[in-house]
């Protein structure tokens, strides 16, 4: 597509519920980045992905958040037993190699309440 | 660790009235410092890329330098539609991953008409 599309834009939960958001990057692009921005906050890193495999995820908070990219295209962030500190916008970004520019897409909003 | 600071946290600003923000960084080898504009609500938009002290690089009203310890982000002559929330981003070559960015929590900019 034009640019990286992330679904869905907002997603209210209730604490402990589990939870699943969508990249999708631009086509042909091989590194695909997932950050969580709190309010007031620049972007905070979670992993990064180069091809299928999860190049780097030591941003990840605890084994709650979990994130794969099974064909080398869509991701999905995948967090278990919400809690409520984790309500923040959830932005994907990818890049044509490790070391471009990232395009990011314009988040999902999750509130756990 | 990779850190970035930037200043101020907000800057209110007339229209026609010059300024600059501040982006402060250490980094374990740079392989690229970012400049991103994010507006409410939307996923931050790429402005610039510098990689070595002295570089320059100029858009319209902005004009990004970069010298060994932070980046400048001088604004000329700004107009209301140049507030937004400006972020820094460095890329560094430590660690297993040389992709992921590492963001300041940005400075919010105003300008009044």
């Known amino acids: 597509g034009a640019g990286v599309s992330q679904t869905p834009s907002n997603k209210v939960t209730e604490k402990g519920k589990y939870v699943e958001l969508r990249c999708d990057p631009i086509s042909g692009h091989t590194a695909l980045y997932w950050y969580r921005q709190s309010l007031g906050q620049g972007p905070e890193f979670l992993i990064y992905f180069q091809g299928t495999g999860a190049a780097d995820d030591s941003g990840l908070p605890n084994d709650r958040f979990f994130a794969v990219r099974p064909e080398g295209s869509v991701s999905t962030l995948k967090i278990q037993r919400t809690e409520r500190g984790d309500s923040a916008v959830y932005l994907c970004a990818s890049s044509p190699d490790y070391k471009d520019v990232l395009t990011f897409g314009a988040g999902s909003r999750l509130t756990v309440l | 660790e990779d850190q970035v600071t930037q200043s101020p946290e907000a800057l209110r600003l007339q229209e026609g009235e010059s300024s600059s923000l501040n982006c402060s960084y250490t980094?374990?080898?740079?392989?690229?410092l970012f400049w991103y504009r994010q507006d409410p609500g939307k996923g931050p938009e790429f402005l610039f890329t510098?990689?070595?002290a002295g570089e320059e690089k100029e858009k319209e009203r902005l004009k990004a330098t970069l010298t060994k310890k932070e980046s400048f982000l001088h604004i000329t002559a700004p107009k209301p539609e140049d507030s937004a929330t400006y972020l820094c981003a460095v890329r560094g070559a430590g660690g297993t991953s040389y992709g992921k960015l590492t963001f300041g929590q940005g400075t919010i900019l105003t300008v009044h008409p």
């Open positions: 510098l990689y070595s």
């Open positions: 980094v374990s080898g740079l392989r690229g």
